[in-house]
């Protein structure tokens, strides 16, 4: 089942702030966001590990709520460049020796204007 | 250091063709998924192949098979093309043992 992102949809002015949230009804191994401009492949921003490890870049800040199942994306002064589609890849840990499995949320549009 | 490549780039096809997608994974890696990204939605897991034989499986039916190959790159082939397989495939790579998966810029299959 793939987890449910919100909102669908986002407007933003330079400078503001927002936050995207990804849900999953399943426990989790861990969370990764990723942000696709039009016609280009998703780009890799964070990964959240199970346990409170993260991995990705500096100028990205999320959580990841264990008990909730429920991971934050914050999207902080953006900027116009921050534009684009976010998803969420939820990883459900049955064997992690399997690899990498992710289900994709349905993504959240970020508009950022001047 | 060569990311993630896949070709071609655009393809048409027709209906109850066959079609052959290329992937090579990013310097490093060893381990290739395959996504199906349908229009305004996110990516689909279709298979991930490491060390040349098929570890996962998402819900895809048996036309869409893949391949890997000594060098690590990939194959996905899909047979009797459907006018629903239209979409943008993507391929990921990643080292196993590590989280991260990188994605290539993808092929985006149109079936008329």
């Known amino acids: 089942q793939q987890p449910v992102q919100s909102p669908q949809a986002v407007i933003l002015r330079e400078g503001e702030d927002a936050v995207i949230n990804c849900s999953s009804s399943k426990a989790l191994y861990s969370v990764h966001w990723y942000r696709q401009k039009h016609g280009e492949a998703p780009v890799f921003l964070m990964i959240?590990?199970?346990?409170?490890e993260q991995k990705g870049h500096e100028k990205i800040s999320a959580s990841f709520n264990e008990k909730k199942q429920q991971s934050s994306l914050y999207l902080t002064a953006s900027q116009l460049s921050y534009s684009g589609t976010y998803f969420c890849?939820?990883?459900?840990?049955?064997?992690?020796?399997?690899?990498?499995?992710?289900?994709f949320g349905g993504g959240t549009r970020v508009l950022v204007k001047p | 250091d060569a990311g993630v490549t896949q070709s071609p780039t655009h393809l048409i096809k027709t209906r109850g063709q066959q079609v052959t997608l290329r992937c090579s994974p990013k310097?490093?890696?060893?381990?290739v998924s395959w996504y199906q990204q349908a229009l305004g939605q996110g990516p689909q897991f279709i298979f991930q192949y490491y060390e040349e034989e098929e570890r996962q499986r998402g819900n895809f039916p048996d036309r869409f098979s893949g391949h890997q190959f000594p060098n690590y790159s990939s194959e996905l082939n899909v047979n009797a093309l459907l006018l629903g397989d239209s979409a943008l495939y993507l391929c990921?790579?990643?080292?196993?043992?590590?989280?991260?998966?990188?994605f290539g810029p993808g092929t985006r299959l149109t079936v008329t």
């Open positions: 310097s490093g890696h060893d381990t």
């Open positions: 959240l590990l199970k346990g409170g």
């Open positions: 990921a790579s990643s080292l196993r043992g590590q989280d991260e998966q990188y």
């Open positions: 890849g939820t990883e459900i840990n049955l064997i992690k020796a399997a690899g990498n499995k992710l289900t």
